[in-house]
């Protein structure tokens, strides 16, 4: 399990969006309980991989998981924000979660057959990203499917959101443009089978992607 042995240092803004979350996991977990919201996303990934061993990143308090495990997929769930996962463990007992990090996953190579990364590589930086997609890569399998999706956009930036129940503290975000993170995912090694922008409101645009390892 070739992981690295030097812990990735973690910027102020990702340890603050962590904090967020977990501050907040039992209020995020109720306002974020819409589970068709990746209803056609699902179909596909389905489609491309009918069943298998997935892994998902970013498996916050289980919504996505409990879709996963419903279509009859073996499932892992990691996050690296702990109360949010402690919110899926209690809600989905019969699944699996663990606490890692994207940079350091302990997980064997090629040990799954796809991978699910709703809105998980918006948090990272993008000097880290490369990183990010090359565990990604190794833990996939030669032919696995993937599925992920970040906002479209430009920059970075600190955001609150006054909406959120609960209140919230900022949390960091990273936007795309599909050119830029097509390239960036070829350069880790995977082939990209689909790719389009899914717009669910005025201001929220996601940029979706079903991924393939292509070696």
Request: aromatic letters at 12%; hydrophobic letters at 40%; charged letters at 20%.
């Amino acid at each position: 399990m070739p992981v690295s042995q030097t812990e990735t240092v973690l910027t102020p803004e990702e340890l603050q969006t962590i904090e967020t979350y977990n501050q907040h996991a039992r209020a995020w977990a109720d306002q974020h309980n819409t589970a068709d919201y990746w209803q056609t996303e699902f179909d596909q990934f389905q489609e491309l991989l009918p069943k298998g061993r997935v892994v998902e990143f970013g498996a916050a308090h289980g919504r996505d998981a409990a879709q996963l495990a419903a279509r009859g997929y073996d499932y892992l769930g990691t996050d690296v924000a702990t109360e949010l996962l402690a919110v899926a463990a209690e809600r989905l007992p019969a699944l699996e979660f663990r606490t890692m990090s994207l940079y350091e996953l302990e997980l064997p190579d090629q040990a799954f057959d796809g991978f699910w990364a709703s809105a998980v590589l918006l948090h990272i930086p993008r000097s880290k990203l490369a990183q990010a997609l090359r565990e990604m890569h190794r833990v996939l399998r030669p032919g696995g499917i993937g599925f992920l999706s970040v906002k479209q956009g430009v920059g970075e930036e600190m955001v609150t959101d006054p909406d959120l129940a609960g209140g919230s503290g900022p949390r960091y975000f990273v936007y795309y443009q599909g050119e830029a993170l097509t390239t960036e995912l070829q350069q880790a090694g995977f082939r990209v089978r689909l790719q389009y922008v899914k717009s669910v409101s005025n201001k929220t645009h996601w940029l979706v992607y079903f991924v393939e390892r292509a070696d």
